[in-house]
């Protein structure tokens, strides 16, 4: 089985920095480095969302129009890990955040196309 894993999760003030990660392990994950990851986020009341996301070898990322600038997707292949490091952090930015992987690139904004997820880790921005 699968396993992500997210950590790096808390209370900051507003415009304060976290980074949250996202260990891979598993029996059929034996290949990280092949896999796309992605970060979603899900606020209380609302549809899990797209945020960030990195190709297999870390050459492609995307993000959303709402963090662009603030939020960096990096991964260590070596360590079966990805990271988001998230600056300048607003209220608005209080979520669930989980992590995600698949294979491929296309359409990397679709929740669908991941295959497997992690349990997810609050982040809660206070004013």
């Known amino acids: 089985q699968v396993q992500l894993v997210e950590s790096g999760g808390g209370l900051v003030q507003a415009g304060g920095s976290l980074r949250l990660s996202c260990a891979a392990s598993?029996?059929?994950?034996?290949?990280?480095?092949?896999?796309?990851m992605g970060w979603f986020r899900q606020a209380p009341g609302k549809e899990r969302e797209f945020v960030a996301a990195i190709s297999w070898g870390g050459g492609s990322t995307g993000y959303a129009d709402s963090v662009k600038g603030r939020f960096t997707i990096s991964r260590d292949n070596a360590k079966n890990t990805f990271y988001l490091q998230m600056n300048s952090l607003k209220p608005e930015d209080t979520a669930v955040y989980y992590c995600?992987?698949?294979?491929?690139?296309?359409?990397?904004?679709?929740?669908?196309?991941?295959?497997?997820w992690g349990q997810g880790t609050q982040v809660t921005v206070s004013s």
């Open positions: 598993g029996r059929t994950f034996s290949t990280f480095s092949t896999y796309a």
């Open positions: 995600a992987a698949r294979r491929g690139f296309v359409d990397y904004t679709k929740i669908h196309e991941y295959d497997y």
